[in-house]
């Protein structure tokens, strides 16, 4: 099944606690990207990444970092974590920047 | 950075209703995406339009890409209580160009 997965899906962590955010697709996309979802802010974009080893910063990439080593996987690195980064967290991929993205199932961040 | 204005930011309706939504840009754009996010899930495509004055439909669903290409619509037909959820417009200006998202319409079917 093709499929975006994340992990964990629900995380409660510390203000200075570094943590990551795994995503992996498999269906062979050259893009991916990370999103944060806040109330009335929809989705704003983190990082994104054109292909292996080509990651550029989004909207809001203060306090995080991604690498791209390999092309199915494109983790979310917050060295850290601060209470204003507690918000829903979605990766997606997609053929190409404009191309119909897959969003994996959310991961649900808590920062105390 | 750019943000797409997505109105309404919520709708409160009976089932059986008509619902329309819309997204404006002060940038052309060629291309217009609308998706669905479900309570507790990713947002799922629903119609995709790269033509300006194209009309898509997706079962009750029916998209528009507004002729001055700064617009789109997102119509649904006899609202049914599965339709309740966030809708998030997307557009592109082009293909050298990150997607720009709506706000959303957060959609609720009144008992």
């Known amino acids: 099944e093709a499929q975006v997965t994340q992990n964990p899906r629900y995380l409660i962590t510390v203000t200075g606690k570094k943590l990551t955010v795994t995503c992996s697709q498999n269906m062979n996309h050259e893009y991916m990207s990370w999103y944060r979802q806040d109330p009335g802010l929809g989705l704003r974009q983190i990082y994104y990444?054109?292909?292996?080893?080509?990651?550029d910063k989004g909207d809001v990439p203060e306090g995080y970092k991604v690498s791209r080593k390999e092309k199915r996987n494109f983790p979310l690195i917050l060295e850290s974590p601060s209470p204003n980064q507690t918000s829903l967290y979605f990766c997606?991929?997609?053929?190409?920047?404009?191309?119909?993205?897959?969003f994996g199932p959310g991961t649900r961040l808590t920062v105390l | 950075g750019q943000q797409l204005n997505q109105s309404p930011q919520s709708m409160f309706i009976q089932e059986g209703e008509d619902v329309s939504m819309n997204c404006t840009s002060s940038?052309?754009?060629?291309?217009w995406l609308w998706y669905k996010q479900d309570p507790g899930e990713g947002p799922v495509l629903l119609i995709a339009l790269y033509k300006a004055g194209e009309l898509t439909s997706n079962g009750r669903l029916t998209a528009q890409f507004g002729t001055t290409r700064k617009d789109s619509f997102l119509n649904i037909s006899a609202s049914i209580p599965s339709d309740v959820g966030i809708y998030f417009c997307?557009?592109?200006?082009?293909?050298?160009?990150?997607?720009?998202w709506g706000a959303g319409t957060k959609l609720i079917i009144k008992p």
């Open positions: 997606a991929s997609s053929y190409g920047q404009g191309r119909e993205q897959f």
């Open positions: 997307a557009g592109q200006v082009d293909s050298n160009y990150q997607l720009i």
């Open positions: 940038s052309i754009f060629n291309t």
């Open positions: 990444s054109m292909n292996v080893e080509v990651t």
